[in-house]
């Protein structure tokens, strides 16, 4: 059976999300892409048919008229499920499809199953896909049966390793039928931010405070340490809460995903909330005065105790395995 | 302006998810709950919005009778009056909730005009659908824009931020609209004590409506593997320090 998925891309390459939604797409059939733009993009794609939405009004995003486009892929294709990457257009273009047809949508799966697949059916026959997903950024997991002739399903963010593999998929190049209503809602302009600094989501070290600073002076010590490991200084909710730090600092489900090589967490209790955030790092050390704290049950390592005597030691001995 | 701002109560989870036994639901007994992130500070933008454009503030919830006490919480901070679709306690799929939603919209615009603007949070902590706020916007016709970080409204827009790589995308919609928002759009504040006295009074509606077959069903609740491991102690206090920059040799990040 055919899988149709939306396939994301920056012009050049194709998003590492999406083609971890084509492995995702694997487990269910035999995948076709579409991309809006970016016939360029698809030589990395190991599929049969690219479909390619080419309109110079969808240059900039816009969310109904990429449903549009799917639409009519689908209404062409007929496939047996839609699926996209969890990111936030693959979501938002699935929910606008969803609510045009009035069907469900189960956002952010990590894995599916055709319940009728024994019977060699599939969706296709008519079965119920069942799929697992994921709740609470992540602490949690749900396993839902989707009730549709047409399951549309958004695939978790790096719970499924990418498609690998070479392909010459035939490409299909189509003008979609996109109305002035479709085009209500597009991306009007495009403003750079420069950020200084290390950016919190590709740093390699991430030194992270929680209530257990005390005070928005208290993170001078993290920086000093932070600094000496070309970090960058993450935060707590209840940190972003009291306005010790800006929400661009926060490590959460709210807030940033981190993946360092070492997050390092100082007075952190370690709620879900901020586990959701922080879980994709190698390793963890938590600092931390409560040894029963729950951030111990997630952390690799740990030190036990008073952080702002920990902290400047730690950044003392650094120096002093450095200087000659 | 009239505003409508759709908000969720969630558990405030803790250290560690625990199930109750038919695996249906998060073991809540031991835990308090509040309004779900995203929305709390879409409540905060849209008393931001009226303390600058002037207007009314109208609050809905799905949810448990229990979840009047967040629509209180919101009164305490600047809302006016608000709606409570009390369920029996079991989750309403997504569909079903945009449906009660929107079907408690249309009752409201009959009676007292229509809102300018309806704030969604991007997704609820809890279930995570990212879908409830766009479907409302679909069913009444009205333009939506997801994941703001930023929001203002002038002449019948309303310009609209969202925080992407390398910087902000710009969108600009006539109202009536749609929008979902992100925490960090801004600081939500605290209720003063005086206000939380005067919240008591406002009004709360309480409707009862009736739950739709889920089209995504909801089968059980599974706490993933990785909880529950066990932390290596490299020391107590300042003397673990040489432990510490060990470790980080040994990652090779020191």
Redo the contacts between chains.
């Keep these: 059976m055919t899988v149709l998925v939306l396939v994301e891309h920056d012009g050049g390459a194709v998003d590492e999300l999406s083609l971890q939604a084509l492995t995702f797409a694997r487990s269910l059939g035999e995948p076709e892409v579409m991309l809006v733009g970016g016939a360029d993009a698809v030589e990395r794609l190991d599929v049969a048919t690219a479909h390619v939405a080419e309109d110079e009004r969808l240059a900039l995003?816009a969310?109904g008229a990429w449903a549009s486009a799917l639409g009519e892929v689908i209404d062409r294709v007929a496939p047996a499920a839609v699926v996209a990457a969890?990111t936030?257009r693959g979501?938002?273009v699935?929910?606008?499809l969803?609510?045009?047809r009035?069907?469900?949508?189960?956002?952010?799966c990590t894995a599916v199953v055709a319940e009728n697949s024994a019977g060699g059916a599939g969706a296709e026959g008519g079965g119920l896909l069942?799929v697992?997903r994921?709740?609470?950024?992540?602490?949690?997991?749900?396993?839902?049966?989707?009730?549709?002739q047409l399951p549309l399903l958004?695939v978790a963010p790096h719970a499924l390793p990418a498609a690998v593999g070479e392909g010459a998929p035939a490409v299909e190049r189509f003008a979609p039928a996109v109305d002035d209503a479709d085009l209500?809602?597009?991306?009007?302009?495009?403003?750079?931010?420069v950020t200084a600094g290390i950016s919190l989501a590709e740093a390699?070290?991430v030194v992270s405070g929680g209530r257990g600073v005390g005070s928005a002076d208290g993170f001078g010590i993290l920086e000093e340490l932070a600094a000496l490991?070309d970090a960058a200084v993450g935060c707590s909710?209840v940190v972003?809460?009291a306005?010790w730090r800006p929400?661009?600092d926060?490590v959460g489900?709210?807030?940033t995903k981190v993946s360092p090589?070492?997050y390092i967490a100082c007075g952190i209790?370690?709620?879900?909330?901020h586990i959701a955030g922080c879980?994709g790092a190698?390793?963890?050390?938590?600092i931390n005065s409560d040894?029963e704290?729950?951030?111990?049950?997630?952390?690799?390592?740990?030190?036990?105790?008073?952080l702002t005597?920990?902290v400047?030691?730690?950044t003392?001995?650094?120096r002093k395995?450095r200087s000659p | 302006m009239r505003i409508l701002v759709c908000v969720k109560r969630v558990p405030l989870t803790g250290g560690k998810m625990v199930l109750t036994a038919d695996e249906q639901a998060l073991e809540t007994r031991h835990l308090g709950f509040t309004i779900s992130p995203h929305e709390e500070c879409g409540v905060e933008e849209a008393v931001r919005l009226v303390e600058h454009h002037g207007g009314e503030i109208t609050v809905l919830t799905l949810g448990p009778p229990e979840a009047e006490e967040q629509i209180r919480e919101t009164l305490a901070i600047g809302a006016d009056r608000g709606i409570l679709l009390a369920d029996g306690g079991e989750e309403w799929d997504p569909q079903a909730t945009a449906a009660a939603i929107v079907t408690t919209i249309e009752t409201e615009q009959a009676a007292g005009g229509e809102f300018d603007l309806i704030v969604f949070g991007n997704e609820s902590a809890d279930s995570g659908n990212y879908q409830v706020g766009i479907r409302v916007a679909h069913a009444l016709s009205r333009p939506v824009v997801t994941g703001l970080k930023g929001l203002s409204v002038e002449d019948g827009r309303a310009r609209c931020e969202q925080e992407v790589a390398g910087g902000r995308d710009v969108y600009v919609v006539p109202l009536p609209a749609v929008v979902t928002v992100l925490e960090g759009i801004n600081l939500p504040r605290y209720p003063s004590v005086p206000a939380k006295l005067r919240a008591r009074q406002k009004p709360v509606e309480r409707i009862s409506p009736e739950r739709p077959s889920a089209r995504l069903e909801k089968l059980r609740l599974v706490v993933p593997p990785g909880q529950g491991k066990q932390a290596e102690i490299l020391g107590q206090g300042p003397d673990a320090a040489p432990a510490v920059v060990e470790v980080m040799r040994e990652l090779g990040v020191a």
Excluded: F, M
Excluded at chain 1, 102 to 108: G, I, K, Q, R
Excluded at chain 1, 184 to 193: P, Q, S
Excluded at chain 1, 269 to 273: E, F, I, K, N, P
Excluded at chain 1, 282 to 286: R, V
């Design positions: 995003y969310p969890g936030n979501n938002e699935l929910a606008h969803a609510a045009r009035d069907l469900p949508l189960a956002a952010n069942t697992t994921v709740r609470w950024g992540g602490s949690l997991l749900e396993e839902a049966r989707v009730h549709s958004s209500l809602v597009r991306v009007a302009e495009h403003v750079d931010e390699k070290v490991l909710r972003t809460s306005g929400h661009t926060q489900q709210t807030g090589d070492l209790s370690g709620a879900t909330q879980k190698k390793k963890i050390l938590a040894a704290a729950p951030i111990l049950a997630n952390a690799d390592y740990a030190v036990i105790g008073d005597a920990i400047p030691a730690i003392a001995e650094l395995a």
